[in-house]
């Protein structure tokens, strides 16, 4: 059985990045290189790499989220950019949305250990939460799938006018090249690679940005959003 690799010390970026939450920060990485490899959810060899690789990495995508939105992780796993920007932005609503039970687990054990009471583990697929959950502003991914599969689960739960952020690596512009058709069915306007942290992490975090119009999921998705949305009025009469 290999040794568990050791955790290194936080690096001095990490203090300016998560300011206040640095305590909050450095308890989510510990629990990342223990319960995290322990139940599966990192690979061991991540470990020396948490901070840079993981927590730094998501947390500067909090540089293109707008100021006081909703905002849902799909495919959330060990948190992962969810929390991290939780840590950052106390002004988001975040929903954590991930299909695994374990996963799920670990997640609400994280929110409740620090105390992130501006965000909400919900276990289900993103096909099957349209509806159960109210349509959100920004939805953001890391390492969840290609861009256009992606899309085809994050873009229905935008509201309209809404946008997608993917953390990709370094085929992001090959990808949204050839996810364009998917895309634009989908209802997105207009498509952009921004790089963040500048002076945090070598290299920068590539993130895809999709904008989407007054239809998000295009016509495709219009009526299911329509059952969904009367599906939830019945409900809502019957209790």
Not at 110 to 134: C, F, N, P, S, Y
Not at 165 to 192: C, F, Q, R
């Amino acid at each position: 059985m290999t040794e568990a690799a050791e955790l290194p010390p936080a690096p001095e970026q990490a203090r300016e990045v998560f300011g206040d939450r640095f305590a909050d920060a450095v308890r989510y990485a510990e629990l990342l290189a223990e319960a995290g490899v322990q139940r599966g959810l990192i690979g061991p060899r991540e470990v020396p790499r948490l901070w840079e690789r993981h927590l730094l990495n998501c947390a500067v995508l909090s540089e293109v989220v707008p100021e006081g939105v909703t905002v849902c992780d799909v495919g959330s796993g060990a948190g992962l950019p969810g929390i991290p920007l939780a840590l950052v932005r106390e002004d988001l609503k975040i929903t954590l949305l991930e299909p695994l039970l374990r996963r799920t687990n670990f997640l609400t054990e994280v929110v409740e250990l620090l105390g992130l009471d501006h965000v909400t583990v919900v276990r289900g697929r993103a096909e099957e939460v349209m509806g159960k959950i109210q349509p959100v502003h920004v939805v953001t991914a890391r390492a969840v799938a290609p861009l256009d599969r992606l899309a085809t689960w994050g873009i229905p739960l935008l509201r309209p006018y809404g946008e997608m952020l993917a953390l990709k690596g370094d085929a992001a512009e090959e990808e949204l090249k050839s996810a364009s058709a998917a895309l634009s069915k989908l209802g997105a306007v207009a498509t952009s690679i921004v790089h963040v942290g500048d002076g945090v992490v070598d290299p920068m975090s590539t993130v895809v940005r999709v904008e989407v119009g007054e239809s998000p999921g295009g016509v495709r998705f219009a009526a299911k959003r329509a059952k969904a949305a009367r599906t939830g009025r019945t409900r809502r009469r019957r209790g």
